[in-house]
């Protein structure tokens, strides 16, 4: 390489390690790529994120902007005589995994809990929070899920409810700090299933997401009771600083394509994080079509990062709304009832004067000039979305 051009590179590359270590930056629009626990539960190892990595490649996931790869619980071993924790069995050489991954053009995720043990019962951080953030940026870890399990069990013995809280705040803000020090950017999500109205102070502890609600699980009425509970959120959350509503279900085989669609709509007007949840190496090409849909992800990736709300529910109908960095809004008509429903939408209630432009997202179509109303059928369970420009 000529002499000026190996500058460029390096200022460029000085440039960018600056710009990602940036506290502000990290996250700046929500996080994608996948997490271990929905589909693989506690049965997890070095060659199922191996695998894993190499199918968010090969099935478009990656370039569709999917990034992280996340081990969530049970890697966890022993902790050494200088307390230093090493991965189990099931994770030989976690540097080398990490290198796999970013060889691949991804990031690697962990997790660990600010008590002594995990929810599956493996070692926590608990008194050893710079040990493992150091050990963590010593693999090359990009992203931290950090779940409060046996914390709460310390936090009953606080001797009233705000020591309790204070002794939670205490703990993220402890593992943070850990990750800072570290000096390696590494996204920090909180998980305490939204416990204490976690929006309100996630970020005051350092939290770039945070969970707001319990665990999703792939059934439609937990995926809606989860999703449509998050009205009222949207102003808690913002660049670096996002509501959590929990990972994806999509592809696990429990809900059907109306449902799937409805879960991803949601989450992309939500400004959601996308981590999907299920065994990439098995996808049909239904469920990579609901993952990879560029006009969803580009609706959840939006630069403006202002999340959507509910405008208006009737019976078992909501409008939702998200107001794009372009100017024009993504509009969901939600229906949450089995059987399909008629449903109306006037764009002026919506903030818009004279005719506007409709395009139909699902459906890949633009519908032309609207004056005021649009009326669809929305199938059971099912969704239509629209992106609505002046
Ligand atoms: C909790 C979390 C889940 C998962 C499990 C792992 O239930 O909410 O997302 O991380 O722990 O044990």
């Known amino acids: 390489m000529p002499r000026s051009g190996a500058i460029a590179v390096f200022v460029a590359s000085a440039w960018l390690t600056i710009f990602a270590q940036q506290p502000g930056k990290l996250a700046a629009t929500p996080p994608m790529g996948w997490n271990s626990w929905n589909h693989f539960n506690k049965q997890v190892d070095d060659a199922t994120i191996r695998a894993q990595a190499d199918a968010m490649v090969a099935s478009g996931m990656r370039d569709a902007g999917y990034l992280y790869v996340n081990i969530d619980d049970t890697w966890e071993g022993e902790r050494d005589a200088q307390g230093i924790i090493h991965a189990n069995s099931k994770f030989p050489d976690m540097k080398a995994l990490a290198d796999y991954v970013h060889s691949k053009g991804l990031k690697l995720g962990i997790y660990s809990s ?3 043990k995990t929810c599956a019962k493996y070692e926590g951080s608990y008194g050893h929070e710079e040990q493992d953030a150091q050990t963590y940026a010593d693999w090359g870890i990009d992203y931290l899920k950090y779940d409060l399990c046996s914390l709460r069990d310390m936090m009953k013995d606080a001797p009233t409810p705000e020591a309790a809280h204070k002794m939670m705040l205490e703990a993220y803000t402890k593992m943070h700090k850990a990750l800072l020090k ?3 950017p590494i996204v920090y999500s909180l998980c305490q299933y939204g416990n204490d109205a976690v929006w309100k102070w ?4 350092g939290g770039n997401l945070w969970r707001t609600t319990g665990d999703i699980s792939d059934r ?3 995926m809606a009771e989860i999703g449509f509970a998050q009205a009222g959120l949207a102003k808690y959350s913002s660049p670096g600083r996002w509501n959590d509503p929990d990972m994806l279900e999509v592809g696990n085989g429990g809900m059907n394509a109306e449902e799937y669609r409805t879960h991803m709509s949601l989450w992309a007007i939500l400004a959601a994080p996308l981590l999907a949840g299920n065994d990439l190496t098995k996808m049909t090409p239904e469920t990579v079509a609901l993952l990879t849909n560029r006009n969803v992800i580009a609706i ?6 202002i999340p ?3 405008v208006s529910a009737e019976g078992p109908t909501e409008i939702w709304a998200r107001p794009l960095a372009d100017g024009s809004k993504a509009i969901g008509l939600f229906n949450r009832h089995p059987q399909p429903m008629e449903m109306r939408v006037s764009f002026r ?3 818009f004067s004279g005719p506007v432009q409709v395009r139909d997202v699902w459906g890949g179509k633009d519908l032309g000039t609207v004056q005021d109303e649009y009326q669809g059928r ?3 369970h099912g969704v239509i979305l629209l992106r609505v420009a002046k």
């Open 202 to 205: 996630g970020g005051s502890v």
């Open 220 to 222: 439609y009425a937990r």
């Open 349 to 351: 209630q919506l903030g």
């Open 308 to 310: 959507g709300d509910r």
């Open 378 to 380: 929305v199938p059971g």
């Open 114 to 116: 600010p008590g002594t």
């Open 182 to 184: 570290t000096g390696r």
């Open 300 to 305: 959840d990736q939006d630069s403006a990062g």
